[in-house]
């Protein structure tokens, strides 16, 4: 493959599909995939972290347009509910690709990432805002963000083996129990 060909998008797609492979993420591997030497990616990323962080940011950024799409005209405990769901759905959709996003520890460093990441946490503060006093807001989002990934992570890693209960079951009765508790407080 020639370098006229190569761009950070075909290396971040090329990327993305060796994590959903459960390959590892090295640039030799990826140019390998790519057909080219792995000197060639240096001239789109200065190193495998900032690669990382760009599939990371090019992820989140996903998950967020699809969020707007799904959740258009919701607000309230219907729109936090429907949120929840969706992200929930896509990512054990993505389940290696979701994996790899929350090993990355969180940075400042790459403003895409930043953005991104804000815009999905705009998108949920909007849903709780006018169904909890300001006061609680916080703790809602952060309990309906644990309850998400908390879920993904146990749902992915085969920790729910009891069928009398289906783990999305579980997941939707766990976040309705709780954000009522919360209204109740």
Known sequence: M??????????????????????VLSFSAIARKL??????????FNNQTELRYAVVGWA????????RKQLFG????????????????????????????????????????TKAFGEIRLLLNQMIDG???KSQQLLVSRSVRDIMVGDIVNVGTGWFTDDSLSATDSFHELLVMNLKM???L
């Not at 020639?2 to 390959?23: A, W």
């Not at 929840?84 to 389940?95: D, G, I, P, S």
Request: aromatic letters at 8%; a positive charge; glycine letters at 6%.
């Open 35 to 44: 057909g080219t030497k792995s000197q060639a990616l240096y001239s789109y």
């Open 182 to 184: 919360l209204k109740d």
């Open 74 to 113: 919701l607000s309230g405990q219907a729109g936090i509910v429907a949120f929840a769901t969706e992200f929930r759905r896509l990512a054990l959709t993505h389940l290696k690709l979701t994996q790899f996003v929350l090993s990355m520890p969180r940075t400042k460093k790459y403003s895409e990432v």
């Open 2 to 23: 020639t370098r006229q060909i190569l761009s950070q998008e075909k290396i971040i797609q090329t990327s993305i599909e060796l994590i959903e492979e459960g390959d």
């Open 60 to 67: 989140v950024t996903q998950v967020g347009g699809q969020l």
């Open 131 to 133: 169904a909890y006093p």
